[in-house]
């Protein structure tokens, strides 16, 4: 068993400025990921929204941020996931799949989430051999071929727009008449003479045997199918918020709530970045959630410090 001030789950930008700042407030610190550091950023080719760069590599954004917070010594333990996460008084007593056991009173959840599954026949089956939900890891198996993108978001709109750098064609497939994706990114992919977007279309089937030949939707009461070598699902996220074994509030779709101070409804426990309910997913409000909650937490530790010694 190993004791922190402070173990923050989740290892993207919200989780490394968090534990950039504790680490900077001199609080022992470990942060903890399943997979390598970067969260989301990982899964972004280019990011150009986050301030002070025009244009950065996500993976080198993740690298930056990972060297930055080591540099002030937090203990990093990337591909170490955690299993589940319970509540003893003030501390929480976080379990790992390996078994060991960290505790703190001082917990930052910052563990993101999941793509969305669609949910279809022939996605899971396929999943892997022309399905996939990561257009910078998988978009170069798919060189010159057709491909069609699920969606109406911002990565929908985005990654569709990375992809046509292999695909010889892109369909944007919604199921609704209007994008929900930022009018900047629209714009670009509708000057993109290999995307097409396909509206009001409800995806029914990814079909294929050993690999994806094609997606079967109905559009305007008409079943339809579109040849394509593969699919890009991009639906949106599932919060990873059921790590938390206590009860913590949150929204309907499991998104955990939190006052100003990113505090959730349990004392000692923050939310941040995008397992949050907010807003907006970016990498701007992930860091700055990290940070209000790093300073949060200090002062809390130091409360409680204060009242041991009375
Ligand atoms: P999102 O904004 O929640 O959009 C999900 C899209 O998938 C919507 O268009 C939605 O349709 C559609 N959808 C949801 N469930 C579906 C289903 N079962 N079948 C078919 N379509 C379905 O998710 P996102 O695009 O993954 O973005 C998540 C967050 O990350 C957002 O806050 C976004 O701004 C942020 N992000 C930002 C950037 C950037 O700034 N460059 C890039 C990527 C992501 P409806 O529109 O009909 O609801």
Not at 232 to 249: Q, T, W
Not at 265 to 272: F, L, R, Y
Request: aromatic share 8%.
């Amino acid at each position: 068993m190993s004791e922190y001030d402070v173990v923050i789950v989740g290892g993207g930008p919200a989780g490394l400025a968090a534990a950039l700042y504790t680490a900077r407030l001199n609080l022992k610190t470990v942060i903890l990921d399943r997979g390598p550091l970067g969260g989301q950023l990982l899964n972004t080719e280019l990011v150009e929204d986050y301030p002070g760069f025009d244009s950065i590599l996500g993976s080198e954004l993740a690298m930056k941020m990972g060297e930055h917070a080591r540099r002030f010594g937090v203990d990093v333990r990337d591909f170490e996931p955690v299993k589940e996460i319970e509540v003893e008084g003030d501390t929480k007593i976080i379990r790992l799949e390996t078994g060991e056991e960290l505790r703190t009173s001082a917990l930052i959840m910052a563990a993101g989430g999941l793509p969305r599954y669609l949910e279809v026949p022939g996605e899971k089956e396929l999943a892997g051999r022309g399905v996939s939900y990561c257009a910078v890891c998988d978009g170069a198996f798919f060189k010159g071929q057709e491909l069609a993108v699920i969606g109406g978001g911002d990565a929908a709109v985005e990654e569709g727009e990375f992809l046509t750098r292999y695909a010889s064609k892109v369909y944007v497939v919604h199921r609704r008449s209007e994008l929900r994706a930022q009018p900047i990114l629209v714009d670009r992919a509708r000057a993109n003479p290999k995307i097409e977007f396909i509206f009001d279309a409800h995806v029914k089937e990814i079909a294929g045997d050993q690999k994806v030949h094609s997606i079967r939707y109905e559009q305007h009461g008409e079943n339809k199918e579109l040849r394509v070598g593969g699919v890009f699902i991009f639906i949106g996220f599932v919060p990873n918020s059921s790590l938390l074994k206590v009860h913590v509030d949150h929204d309907a779709a499991g998104y955990l709530l939190t006052d100003r101070n990113m505090q959730t409804s349990v004392e000692g426990i923050w939310a941040v970045g995008d397992v949050r309910a907010q807003l907006t997913k970016q990498i701007a409000t992930a860091v700055g959630d990290g940070t209000t909650a790093a300073v949060a937490a200090s002062q809390y530790i130091s409360a409680l410090k204060d009242s041991a010694r009375a």
